[in-house]
């Protein structure tokens, strides 16, 4: 079996959390909406904290840092692509060619780092750390957020 | 990712997730989620094609305008993570005096610096310098050979921590001597272990600290799970 069968037969029969009433939001339309990235690769600047082994915070990256490194702790993805290209995990230039082009309404000034890695009751991200990252967003007024796993 | 979906809903904000296990995405039912089925670790798919991370983007964008949720579609493509080792030179033996995994890690020190003048950040330094890579590697000599990992002189003193920053060093050597072709999603760590000295001493070390009664995430989290 490959690593990433492994991995996902692994993953797939993790406990999953369940959210009985869920929001779900109508966001207002692409071309106006602020647009920010929240990853699970624990990317992190140089200077920032480093992510330990068992992290349950995160990492606010300003909108112009490329000087990204991944302090996700698990071994068993690919770490090859994103030194070959930060956008393979963190589509900001992307992001950027969309807003010139008119696609979306703007790129947010500041982008979100989590460990994809938490324990199995994710209770820290659901009730702490997650709604203050998404507050720091809402301060920044972004309107839509795409999610990207490693 | 999915769990975040949810919070970052709750909190007013609109999300769409790139899910890489679909059975969680179905569990978990994000409002929007476009199944990727690519390599671990390149969620965007295909490293260096701006063409190809956009059709990403606008396929998941596009989910935005569905009226309810949860809405779960698949990227069409499907990309395998190729398992084949790089080909890749490895330095001639140097120092006949070292242990040859060693002699191999400082070998490979120009390569490493060239990806990170290229990047202008390396991976390595999660507990050591590249300075310190063979220091490391030299520890991993000692441990396969029956040393207690604790008495090893393991720079950093945390064998998974030293392992990843170890593994970086010899993948970020790698892509700069891989040429312009970008390696497939598991073809650098299948060089690693099967193809490098250092890959098949870890794995040795790994081999003997779980036969010596190390605790479990000691060891285990030194090398991918399924070697």
């Given at each position: ?150 | ?211 010596a009664g190390v605790k479990f995430p000691i060891w285990f989290y030194m090398a991918p799970g399924h070697r």
């Amino acid at each position: 079996m490959s690593g990433d069968q492994a991995m996902r037969e692994y993953a797939s029969a993790l406990p999953a959390p369940t959210f009985p009433d869920p929001a779900f939001v109508t966001p207002v339309p692409l071309h106006q909406a602020t647009v920010a990235i929240v990853t699970s690769a624990a990317l992190h600047t140089p200077d920032d904290e480093r992510f330990s082994a068992v992290d349950t915070g995160f990492r606010l990256i300003d909108r112009g840092r490329r000087d990204l490194v991944l302090g996700h702790w698990s071994p068993n993805f690919d770490h090859s692509g994103i030194a070959l290209d930060l956008n393979v995990v963190y589509p900001i230039d992307r992001l950027e060619e969309l807003a010139a082009a008119g696609t979306i309404g703007a790129v947010a000034p500041r982008h979100v780092s989590f460990a994809g890695n938490q324990p199995d009751d994710v209770a820290t991200v659901r009730l702490d750390s997650g709604p203050r990252a998404a507050e720091a967003l809402r301060h920044d007024g972004v309107d839509v957020v795409l999610l990207t796993p490693v | 990712m999915s769990v975040l979906a949810h919070v970052f809903e709750a909190a007013g904000i609109a999300t769409v997730v790139l899910s890489s296990v679909r059975a969680m995405a179905e569990k978990v039912a994000p409002p929007r989620a476009l199944h990727c089925e690519f390599p671990l670790g390149r969620p965007l798919g295909v490293p260096n094609d701006t063409a190809f991370q956009h059709d990403v983007l606008r396929r998941a964008l596009d989910m935005l305008a569905a009226p309810t949720g949860p809405v779960l579609a698949d990227h069409p493509t499907v990309i395998e993570a190729d398992d084949a080792p790089l080909a890749c030179t490895l330095p001639p033996r140097y120092d006949p005096d070292l242990p040859a995994a060693v002699d191999e890690a400082q070998g490979l020190r120009a390569a490493y610096e060239r990806t990170l003048t290229r990047r202008g950040v390396s991976d390595v330094g999660r507990t050591m310098s590249a300075e310190q890579v063979p220091a490391a590697v030299a520890a991993l000599v000692a441990i396969a050979a029956g040393t207690p990992w604790t008495e090893a002189g393991m720079p950093g003193g945390n064998p998974v921590a030293a392992c990843h920053d170890i593994r970086s060093y010899y993948e970020e050597a790698a892509l700069a001597l891989a040429g312009e072709t970008a390696p497939g999603g598991r073809s650098l760590e299948e060089w690693f272990f099967a193809a490098t000295e250092t890959g098949r001493t870890l794995l040795a070390a790994r081999a003997a600290m779980r036969d010596a009664g190390v605790k479990f995430p000691i060891w285990f989290y030194m090398a991918p799970g399924h070697r």
